[in-house]
């Protein structure tokens, strides 16, 4: 073996070496939780680009959209915890109509298909109706209802009495 050979060799046992023990002190599991969204992100960034670069059809701005959204919702999930899916479920839905919204604003006028737009703003509103449904089942309801019974109050209270604000 020439020393060329030897010090090639080497270094790939030692770089193998490093891998197996980094991956034992857990390493690459902390960084695949992390950042396995990225697996979405990518994609979906691809598309994009290869739409906008003239090179793809508006049909890529569809699943690129979702994927979109959805890597960013997983990316939520990793940092607060997948129990805040039982409250954000309803960007799935979301997902679907900004790619839908993406595909049809993009597309040429006379390629436009009847009733994507339509659709994307039905499933676009449903999802933030779901959202706001979900989101009263948090203790944030008690804050809402704080505020508007001291609103109520000031206004109560205020009637008859006239002052500028500005």
Known sequence: MTDNNKLTTGILILAAGIIILLGKLGVFSFLGKALWPLLLLIPGILFHLWHYLRR???????????LITYSILFFIANIWGFGTLKYTWPFFILGIAIGLLEY?????????QSGVLLAALILGVFSVIMLGWTLFSLSIIYLIAIVLIIGGILLITARGKSRRLW
């Open 56 to 66: 793809g059809p508006a049909e890529l701005l569809l699943p690129g959209g979702i």
């Open 104 to 112: 049809d604003l993009a597309s040429a006028p006379s390629q436009r």
